[in-house]
């Protein structure tokens, strides 16, 4: 593989000395299929952020269930 071609490689470090490979140019071949990938991901943040947000009213809803002594 040169590094002239479209599909190079990149090693990038990170999370603790994991490596990760990246591939250059990648969605050029498939921008399709990469961007059902990035709205996947964003779908799934807003479903946690969702989630997030109902466990912080429920923790609001208990509060105001106490009853002082």
Do not use: S, W
């Not at 490596?19 to 964003?42: E, S, W």
Request: no cysteine.
């Amino acid at each position: 593989m040169n590094m002239g071609q479209d599909r190079q490689m990149q090693m990038v470090g990170g999370n603790g000395g994991n490596q990760f490979r990246q591939y250059v140019g990648q969605n050029a071949g498939n921008p399709a299929g990469y961007n059902d990938v990035i709205g996947n991901q964003k779908q799934e943040a807003g479903i946690q952020l969702q989630a997030e947000e109902y466990d912080l009213m429920a923790a609001a809803a208990d509060l105001d269930e106490i009853e002082e002594v």
